[in-house]
Structure formats: structure tokens, C-alpha cells
């Protein structure tokens, strides 16, 4: 009689059972998609029929089927999907993983973002391209304002011998200015100065090498007069006060930066620059695997902080935003800035930090983020 029971009581309790088929259409996940979460171990059926197989749900499972229908549809990975279905009421944990993940989606737009305004700026140099350098293009720029530009740009020169066109500072004459911009993909930076006999319009820029950026600087000195500057085709030369250098500058196809340098950051931080050199110096650091030789780098951690300032902290702030950058490279930038107040901008923990002055018109500088491991 016994037996008999618990037969009967396991033929009602299978009778309530939904199939696999009817929590498809109930739940908008396909039959084979609740077959691969059953392998995978997050949506397991509450019987499955020993002789064929087949699949039986409960039917408070229906509610695990719609959740989990959500959370595909924002790509949420198996671990955390796995992780939202596991977690016990109350604790948290759920909204946790949702959270993480929504970061990690607003830092891809965020990456997404910054690429379609480089390709839209490729396609507009495409449609309207830039003049070429005139044959013979002379610039006469005051040699303080030059020398003091080519110190806030020179840090950032790249020396990869397999990018020659970063193996230098791009000098773009653009009416009135000479634009000075200096990448080696990890860090940027641009100052401008005011010349004279630029052309009317925007034209091509020249890549002036290493070795002649440093010679020009050497040349500079503390000069107070007025430097005369050549590009001719593939030659760059210079006087100031009488001496004379020149040397070959090939053509060379700059990167494009001036999407990096439109985009309107979320936050802007306002502080003195011996502040935060001194914070950079004595913060807590992290070494992490980075760097343009792949090598370890020691990194520091800026993070909001709740009253809109800005703070050197040894670990990311899990509800607020921590950008990491190399410390070598930010005490480069900080030292290459005007003295006195800084202006921060931050877009997100992968997006350029940008560290300018408050001058507009000063050079300024952009760090390029290291990400840091889950």
C-alpha cells in the first residue's frame, strides 16, 4: 500500500510538470536553448523521462526561463547568468553582478563611441582631404613659445621601431598657429604656437624626427628671439639667431587625433599640480602587465571622490570611477604642465584621461587608461 502511495504521489507531482516544449513558448527561450542551459548547468529540469529523455520543468520554473530570457538579451556571460540564478534572496549578489555588467556595457559604448569618431573623422579627411605642405613653407615663431612647446610634447614621443611615423613630433601649420602633437599610442600630447606666414589653409603636417626635434630644441636654447622654420617637401630646417640646422623628414602618414581631442568628458576636477604630484608620488601603487613592451608597469589609481574631487586610492571604487594609468607616464605629463591649477578630465575608467591647464590655449596632455584584471 505503501508503494502504491508514493507512486501515486509521484505520478500527480509529474502531472504538474510543464514540458520542455510549453516552458519554450511560455518563457521565449527556443527548445534548444533550454536543452544548452540544462548542460550548462544553470536551468536544470525537474525530471527528465528516463526512457526518452525528455525534459520536464516545474512550473515555478518558469520564472528562472523568463529571467534568464532577459538576461541573453543583454549579454550577460553564463557565469553571471549562473550567478544571478544561484543567488539567495536579500543577499545582494544579483544586483551586484548587474551592476558590474552594466559598467562593463556603458565602458564598450563608451569604447564604441571614441571609434566611430575616428572613422568619421577618416571619412571626412577622406571626402574633403587636407592641401598638401607647399613646396616652401616658412613660419617665423617666437623661440621661447617654440622651445617651451617642444618640453610639453617631448615626453610623449614614441620610439617603436616598427611605427616610424611616431618617432617624432607632427608639426601642422593651421593659420595663425603651429600645432605641435607628439603619441607613442599610450600617451598624447599638443601645445600650439602663434606664427607667422602660415597658410590660409589647413594643411598636411610634417613629422620632424627625434634626433631634429632634439637638435631644434638644442638650437633654441634660451633664445628670446624669433626662430624661422622651412618645411620643404621632405626637409625641415631652422635658424635662430644666425645658426642653422637642417634634416630630412619623410613623409609619413600621422595617426588622426583630433577625435581624442572633441570628446566632452562626464567629469572635470579642478586641483593644484603640486597636489596631485605630490599625491602621485606618495600613493599606493599596483603593478599590473602593461606597458608598450608588454612588460609590468606600476600603476596609480585616481578616483572620485564624493565631494568632486579627485584622490590617489590603493583600490578601485566599486560604485564610483577609478581610472588607472601608468605612474611613470602621468609624472611625465605633470611635469611637462604649467605650473598652478589643473584641470582634469575624466570619461570612464577606459576612456582618455586628458590633463590640461587652466589656460585653454596651454599644452595639454591625454593618457590612455591600463585596464585592470577582474
Known amino acids: 500500500m505503501e508503494s502504491e502511495h508514493h507512486a501515486e504521489h509521484d505520478s500527480a507531482s509529474r502531472s504538474a510538470l510543464r514540458s520542455i516544449g510549453e516552458l519554450a513558448r511560455a518563457s521565449g527561450l527556443g527548445v534548444g536553448t533550454l536543452r544548452y542551459y540544462d548542460g550548462a548547468e544553470v536551468l536544470t529540469p525537474a525530471w527528465v523521462d528516463p526512457q526518452t529523455g525528455y525534459r520536464w520543468y516545474r512550473p515555478d520554473q518558469l520564472a528562472d526561463a523568463r529571467l534568464l530570457a532577459r538576461l541573453r538579451r543583454v549579454g550577460l556571460p553564463l557565469a553571471d547568468v549562473r550567478a544571478v540564478l544561484a543567488a539567495a534572496p536579500g543577499d545582494g549578489e544579483a544586483q551586484r553582478v548587474l551592476d558590474t555588467h552594466l559598467r562593463r556595457l556603458e565602458d564598450g559604448l563608451a569604447d564604441a563611441r571614441r571609434e566611430l569618431s575616428l572613422i568619421r573623422a577618416m571619412i571626412d579627411q577622406r571626402e574633403q582631404p587636407m592641401t598638401t605642405t607647399p613646396a616652401e613653407l616658412r613660419l617665423a615663431v617666437p623661440a621661447a613659445e617654440l622651445a617651451a612647446a617642444l618640453d610639453a610634447v617631448r615626453f610623449a614621443v614614441g620610439g617603436d621601431p616598427e611605427l616610424p611615423s611616431l618617432a617624432g613630433v607632427l608639426f601642422e601649420p593651421d593659420g595663425p598657429l603651429l600645432r605641435l602633437v607628439a603619441t607613442d599610442r599610450y600617451r598624447m600630447a599638443f601645445a600650439e604656437v602663434p606664427v607667422t606666414g602660415g597658410p590660409q589653409e589647413p594643411t598636411a603636417g610634417t613629422v620632424v624626427p627625434t634626433p631634429l626635434v632634439d637638435a631644434l630644441r638644442a638650437l633654441l636654447g634660451a633664445s628670446s628671439g624669433e626662430a624661422v622654420l622651412t618645411l620643404s617637401g621632405e626637409l625641415v630646417r631652422a635658424e635662430v639667431g644666425g645658426h642653422r640646422i637642417e634634416g630630412a623628414a619623410p613623409a609619413l602618414d600621422y595617426p588622426d ?91 570612464g575608467p577606459i576612456s582618455p584621461l586628458a590633463i590640461r591647464s587652466a589656460d585653454p590655449a596651454d599644452p595639454f596632455s591625454l593618457l590612455m587608461p591600463v585596464r585592470l584584471s577582474a
Not at 264 to 286: F, I, K, M, Y
Not at 310 to 324: E, F, H, I, S, W
Open 257 to 347: 587625433y583630433r577625435a581624442l581631442t572633441r570628446t566632452e568628458p562626464r567629469h572635470r576636477v579642478a586641483l593644484p599640480a603640486a597636489d596631485l604630484r605630490t599625491a602621485v608620488e606618495t600613493g599606493a601603487t599596483r603593478t599590473v602587465p602593461s606597458g608598450p613592451d608588454g612588460a609590468d608597469c606600476e600603476v596609480v589609481l585616481l578616483a572620485l571622490t564624493p565631494d568632486g574631487g579627485l584622490a590617489v586610492t590603493a583600490d578601485p571604487d566599486p560604485d564610483g570611477l577609478t581610472v588607472a594609468v601608468n605612474r611613470a607616464y602621468l609624472l611625465d605629463a605633470l611635469a611637462a604642465a604649467r605650473p598652478g591649477q589643473l584641470l582634469l578630465e575624466l570619461d
